[in-house]
């Protein structure tokens, strides 16, 4: 009797995809884990610090990031290098509504301006902050303002049919100009020191256990919302559309289709993707100021995708969490090596595995 051989894609006949399914269903579960042992006592072997829960809080915002670039570079093939602005623009929106709630409990104990216009001379609130004394306003404007940027610099990019590298210096250049922007102090954005010192969000301390729980379980439910989304999109028709735009974009067009339209729809759900990371991100570390629209960032986090798989979501996932993981390790141990490693990473996946680790796990799984 001859020897059964388990179709291609699977693993002693479980299919590859079932597999990734599974490992993703326990690593979310896993990482739901993660508040729960914070609060085991001090001495039990199976405690998780106050630092694993924000840290690991931040990469969950980072992998949204990394999902919002996949979902426009990966199935689009828009290669946006400035993803950091959206996700800036979402955490200062998250920032504003967050300073507003320090009222008198600040270092002037002014009622209603903020420490740092207390102290540049400002008479009044600027008319661009009102409203962000309230939670739905403050997540509304998360979302707004990196989606109407992101449909002005996409329809005057897509209308002109601006594509490939010359795209990405343009977005590369929108995120250096904001990054120049916020550091003046007459922007009313708190300059170089940005925000901080924050109090509470929704009448609960930042500073206690319950809260930091909260943000991390919020940030865990945004990101498992947008791999559904996510998933759901590229396997719609919208979503087959865009990856025959990514391919072939001229017999796209050519077969009638509004190439402008569904590549701005992915860019404008993609910013505001990384605007609500980024609005999670600001209470989870505790502060925001220019350096979030560095043009290092958006790079960065395209590279995550890039290590991750490219096209794949999943992959998206698995390289942010990754590559933020080694950049923990080796910034404590080695911070001067830290730019060199990431550079030779992107070398390595680029001539090495130009699927990323996901196209590695699935050639193993052949």
Known sequence: MSATTAPAGTTRGIPARQILRGAILIAILLLALLPLLNHLPADSAFRVS????????KWI??????LAIDLAWGYAGILSLGHGAFFALGGYAMGMHLMRLIGPRGVYGHPVLPDFMVFLGYREL?????????????????????????FVVGYLSFRSRITGVYFSIITQAMTYALMLAFFRNDMGFGGNN?????????????????????????????LAGSL????????????????????????????????????????????VLAGLAGALYVPLVGIINPGEFAPGNS?????????????????????AFSVNALKTWLTSVAPDLWLFVLGGLFVAV????PRGLIGLFRRQAK
């Not at 915002?61 to 990394?66: D, E, F, G, K, Q």
């Not at 680029?350 to 595995?353: D, H, K, R, Y």
Request: charged share 10%.
């Open 126 to 150: 600027p008319w661009y902050w009102l409203g962000f004394d309230h939670f739905p306003y403050a997540i509304l404007m998360a979302m707004m303002i990196p989606g109407l940027l992101a």
């Open 350 to 353: 680029t001539v090495f595995l």
């Open 228 to 271: 559904l989304l996510c998933r759901h999109l590229v396997g719609t028709k919208l979503g087959r559309v865009l990856v025959a735009v990514r391919d072939a974009e001229s017999r796209v067009r050519f077969l009638g289709y509004s190439v402008t339209a569904f590549k701005l729809t992915v860019f404008v759900l993609s910013a």
């Open 194 to 222: 940005g925000f901080t010192d924050f109090k509470e969000l929704l009448g609960v301390p930042l500073n206690t256990q319950g809260a930091r729980a909260g943000l991390f379980y919020a940030a865990l439910a945004l």
């Open 299 to 319: 790079i960065e986090a395209v590279i995550w995708v890039a290590v991750g798989g490219r096209g794949t979501l999943i992959g998206a996932l698995l390289g």
């Open 61 to 66: 915002c980072y992998a949204v990031l990394a």
């Open 50 to 57: 106050d630092f694993t829960v924000a840290v690991t809080g």
